[in-house]
């Protein structure tokens, strides 16, 4: 309860007193993506180009770094905003399931309540297969493509629980 109470008092202090709403946070405007996420709670990216095998399957690999003593709720956290990695397929492509890695265990200092949550700089993972026509279609032509990955997560630091917050960015396609 102490922990909804201080989240509440978070999101609304800027309504406090007449103050002016603060301005949209650059990492949620309409910029075009760039190759990494950087939002006040993380840092995320890919940690290498995608690079398509022979039999058309490739792995994307995101590097997500939590800021200096930020946590981030893990994939399979109940009561918060769990963090899910999602990629905005492609004409002849499919993405596979998304491998989380195991969580820990963090308990809120204030109120002794526990969660699962990442701490630590973590890697996902997601398996991408494509079809022999995307394959074919890439042959003779530009063999780099850009593909978009999707963040979603709730973050919170030792006092504060912030609201669950969604950012993109780009990584690079190598057929």
């Known amino acids: 309860m102490t922990r909804v109470i201080l989240t509440l008092l978070a999101l609304t202090a800027p309504l406090v007193g007449g103050q002016a709403q603060p301005k949209m946070p650059t990492f949620l405007s309409a910029t075009p993506l760039e190759p990494t996420l950087v939002t006040p709670h993380l840092d995320a990216r890919a940690v290498s180009a995608v690079r398509v095998g022979v039999g ?7 590097l997500v770094t939590p800021k200096p003593k930020m946590h981030v709720y893990s994939a399979d956290v109940d009561g918060y905003a769990p963090f899910t990695l999602t990629t905005q397929p492609q004409p002849g492509m499919s993405v596979g399931k998304v491998a989380y890695p195991s ?18 700089p973590f890697k996902v993972t997601v398996p991408l297969t494509f079809s022999v026509a995307a394959r074919a279609s890439a042959e003779g032509s530009a063999s780099r493509a850009p593909g978009v990955v999707t963040l979603r997560y709730q973050a919170c630091d030792d006092a504060v629980c912030y609201r669950p917050t969604t950012g993109s960015f780009v990584f690079e396609i190598i057929r």
């Open 56 to 62: 058309g399957t490739a792995t994307l690999v995101v």
């Open 103 to 120: 969580s820990e265990l963090y308990v809120f200092p204030p109120t002794g309540e526990s969660s699962r949550a990442y701490i630590k």
